[in-house]
């Protein structure tokens, strides 16, 4: 992913407004992330925990995407998996967040949600630079590049059901 600014990530939000957008935190030390091993950026708002924020390319155009996060804590004795890097994590390591359809589909309050990594850094545990808190990633049969390549086309599935004006089957 290409290193994004302050402007660029604010004016690619697709189901906020434009004044919350602007009020959004953006995560600390934008300059100092590893951006060549981003495949999206991903956080959670240090203010709000209750929410998280995911910037993408999507079809050739930035997408940002603001999702809420339970607030209740799962079970340590139980292992979940990532629907979009397939990390395991005991416990609260995957959270189900949902994104309010973009368009006339989110003004009606509809939304859309995934497993995912609560910390969002799925990117970064594909490729190995950072560990799953008690629970070993298995051993994948794929190379690292489909690895990566199955992370991003989980990810524009989900984009994709975020962006779409009709329900999803």
């Not at 049969?141 to 199955?150: H, V, W």
Request: aromatic share 6%.
């Amino acid at each position: 992913m290409r290193a994004l600014n302050d402007p660029e990530i604010r004016a690619s939000f697709v189901n906020s407004s434009k004044g919350e957008a602007r009020r959004l935190n953006l995560p600390r030390g934008l300059a100092e992330l590893p951006w060549d091993e981003l495949d999206f950026l991903g956080w959670r708002d240090q203010g709000a925990p209750d929410r998280a924020y995911l910037v993408a390319e999507h079809r050739g155009e930035l997408v940002g995407v603001t999702l809420r996060v339970p607030s209740f804590r799962r079970s340590l004795t139980k292992t979940n998996v990532c629907s979009l890097c397939v990390t395991a994590h005991a416990g609260s390591g995957v959270a189900l967040l949902t994104a309010r359809r973009a368009g006339a589909a989110g003004r009606e309050g509809n939304s859309v949600g995934s497993y995912i990594c609560a910390d969002l850094a799925c990117s970064l545990y594909v490729r190995g630079r950072k560990k799953s808190a008690s629970v070993t990633r298995p051993n994948e049969s794929l190379p690292l590049e489909e690895q990566i390549a199955r992370t991003v086309a989980n990810l524009d599935a989900f984009l994709t059901q975020v962006r779409s004006e009709s329900p999803v089957a």
